[in-house]
């Protein structure tokens, strides 16, 4: 309580403005104004008319509180003594009277010094109250704001089902006049929701639009609304008339996915599976299939949705055919001293040749077997070639005698040429049976080049053998063999042929098996080879002979 310092005398003249509205949806409930004058000697409470509007019981108010007033400090009970003075409403500090807060008129007068006026009226001597039930019982407003400079105030009350009402209660220590404006509203709510989880790439605005309201969001932005684009805890606080409310929402995203992998390229004759396998799925692909794997052995674009729930992701994957084609040409022949350049370049390729070698193409100068694998996007392709060496020569052999009824067969073979013998044959071989000068000329690619041999006649009383100087291996059943003949009786024989580099080639003791042109069931390449006869005619001693001869395809 304050102590009065003078007599009282009150004459109190407060005119209340109450502007009562709703927060959570700012409409107005109406605006109602309290009269009431007073006077009363002993300072009993000046209770003001209850307003029309009822507080819903259990509903939560918000006020706000706002006003000045005029105070006159009084002389007698009549007059007043000097000049108003315009003071602040305070609010009432926690436990003085009732425990509670509320609202007092701080009297500090500082009017003229008369004689029958006091100096000074120091400290709290008026209270504003409420009543939610009809009067029956008064309180001070709790929760409310500390001292401000705009003397607006705020708190929270909880209604009763009756109306408001309002009163000046304590002593009086001058005559006062007031105004104080309250602002009731239901306080306010929020709501952005059930917590819940949204798709992949999914947004949501949350929405916390309340008419007068400010916001303060959990990273202090400050709009109405807020998108969310990330999983979190979301919250919004928003406040009207100093009333606040707020609420928070958890947002999660579905771990939902589907990846086709990267575009790629097909080789010729693989099949792809597309697998969009997700638990709980549907799908749908582009030719509205619906299982969950696809096999693609054509190029085109293809694509799957997967929906699970209320979600639906895509994918698309791009599919082409990687076609590689390699043609190093047909099997070749090479003159002495040329080359060839076998060409295998191919778009976007690597390339690994018979040597490890890895360029596109491949310089020839020596007869061989060349072959090349070409890989685009792990597609392969190889092709081989055969490339012979062309010798321009020709030999017939050292002249020779031939025995009386004897074939001898002049061998000039030489590969991819034509031949003119001197009677005008054109094959690469000659048969003879008689003595005489024989010639042959050879003409290719390489050149021109020819060769004589002289033959003459012999009694034949020795052991000769007969061996072409060439044959060809091809099947075509005409000289696809080599061995010497001989009309001797032999007690031993042993035929060995030799490649230009001394390797052996084929070695037979047997005079009726020849060669075939292979070693190690492989073919061996056209060119001239050495062989050597070893042999014992009956009765005779050791004798050997040798020659050459030449194979060709």
């Known amino acids: 309580m304050c102590k009065a310092f003078v007599n009282p005398s009150i004459v109190l003249h407060l005119i209340l403005f109450i502007?009562?509205?709703?927060c959570s949806y700012n409409s107005l409930l109406g605006q109602h104004i309290f009269n009431y004058d007073s006077y009363d000697p002993n300072g009993a409470a000046v209770t003001s008319s209850f307003d029309t509007v009822i507080l819903t019981a259990g509903e939560i108010y918000c006020i706000e509180a706002q006003g000045t007033y005029s105070i006159w400090p009084p002389y007698d009970w009549t007059a007043p003594c000097g000049a108003p003075e315009s003071a602040p409403l305070f609010p009432s500090p926690a436990g003085f009277r009732t425990g509670s807060v509320g609202f007092d008129m701080e009297h500090y007068f500082s009017g003229p010094d008369l004689p029958r006026c006091s100096l000074a009226f120091p400290g709290k001597s008026d209270r504003i109250q409420f009543?939610?039930?009809?009067?029956?019982?008064?309180f001070f407003p709790v929760s409310s704001t500390p001292y401000n400079l705009n003397h607006i105030y705020y708190y929270e009350i909880i209604g009763r089902g009756f109306p408001i009402g309002v009163r000046q209660s304590d002593f009086a220590t001058a005559d006062d006049?007031?105004?104080i404006r309250l602002t009731?509203?239901?306080?306010?709510?929020?709501?952005?929701?059930?917590?819940?989880t949204l798709c992949p790439h999914e947004t949501l605005t949350l929405d916390a639009n309340t008419s007068g309201a400010?916001?303060?969001w959990q990273d202090n932005s400050t709009a109405a609304t807020f998108n969310v684009s990330q999983p979190g805890l979301y919250w919004v606080e928003i406040t009207t008339s100093g009333c606040s409310a707020r609420d928070s929402i958890l947002v999660d995203y579905s771990n939902l996915v589907v990846d086709l992998g990267a575009d790629t390229s097909l080789c010729p004759g693989v099949d792809l599976t597309l697998n969009a396998t997700t638990a709980n799925a549907s799908y749908q692909w582009q030719d509205n299939s619906t299982a969950p794997l696809f096999f693609v052995s054509q190029p085109g674009t293809y694509w799957v949705d997967v929906e699970v729930g209320n979600c639906v992701v895509s994918d698309t994957i791009l599919v082409s055919l990687t076609n590689v084609q390699v043609n190093l040409g047909t099997d070749t022949a090479l003159c002495p001293g040329s080359s060839l350049i076998l060409n295998a370049t191919t778009p976007n390729a690597s390339y690994t040749w018979q040597n490890n070698s890895t360029t596109s193409t491949f310089?020839?100068?020596q007869a061989g077997k060349y072959w090349v694998d070409v890989s685009v996007n792990n597609c392969n392709a190889s092709d081989t070639i055969l490339v012979n060496l062309i010798e321009l020569s020709v030999n017939l052999g050292k002249d020779t005698s031939i025995c009386p009824g004897e074939i001898f067969t002049l061998n000039a073979t030489v590969p991819f040429s034509t031949y003119s013998w001197q009677d005008n044959s054109t094959n690469s071989f000659l048969q003879i049976n008689k003595a005489g000068?024989?010639?042959v000329e050879v003409v290719n690619q390489c050149g021109t080049i020819s060769d004589t041999i002289n033959i003459i006649s012999n009694n034949c009383g020795e052991c000769y053998f007969y061996a072409p100087n060439a044959f060809s291996p091809n099947n075509d059943n005409i000289n696809d063999t080599f061995f010497p003949k001989s009309q001797c009786d032999l007690s031993s024989f042993e035929l060995t042929i030799y490649n230009r580099w001394g390797e052996l080639m084929y070695k037979s003791n047997k005079i009726t098996e020849g060669w075939d042109g292979t070693i190690n069931n492989e073919q061996v390449l056209s060119g001239v080879y050495v062989y050597t006869i070893s042999y014992t005619p009956a009765g005779k001693t050791p004798k050997s002979t040798y020659g050459?001869?030449?194979l060709f395809r």
């Open 177 to 179: 006049y007031g105004i």
């Open 437 to 439: 000068t024989y010639w």
């Open 214 to 216: 400010t916001y303060v």
């Open 19 to 22: 502007f009562l509205t709703f």
């Open 131 to 138: 009543s939610l039930d009809n009067g029956l019982t008064w």
């Open 363 to 365: 310089n020839v100068s």
């Open 548 to 550: 050459r001869i030449t």
């Open 184 to 196: 009731i509203q239901t306080k306010p709510t929020v709501d952005l929701g059930a917590d819940t």
